[in-house]
């Protein structure tokens, strides 16, 4: 598979993982703010940031040049991949650390992805 493929395809799968957390987040707003010990509204607010992020990348999926949206988004990607592993140790409840270190895991995976694909 080209990098060029191989990043098209992550951008788009990247944009369907966040569509869904997004989704799920403003769906369930009440139980996980009382599993990761966060305000509601700032649940509510990040599963719209998602959401928006995710249309994004689809955008960015069909742009002519390629390389420098999946640069980007690998960047982005690891920052915020840190960002929420540092916000599991910050979370009371096991359930909630371990969610968050779960879905810092998967984000790490997708930079891995875009990082490769601009390797090829």
Known sequence: ?????????LLRLDAAYCAAAGLIAVAAVAPLSEL????QALL???GAAALAWAFLLHRLARR???????????T????AAAAIAALAFATPQLA??????????EVAAFAA????????
């Open 1 to 9: 598979m080209t990098g060029e493929t191989l990043g098209r395809r």
């Open 36 to 39: 990761l010990a966060a305000p």
């Open 44 to 46: 509510a607010v990040a």
């Open 64 to 74: 002519t040049d390629w390389r420098a949206p999946v640069a980007v988004v690998a």
């Open 76 to 79: 982005v990607n690891l920052l």
């Open 96 to 105: 909630g650390r371990l969610l968050l270190v779960a879905v810092a895991i």
């Open 113 to 120: 992805g875009q990082l490769t694909a601009l390797r090829r």
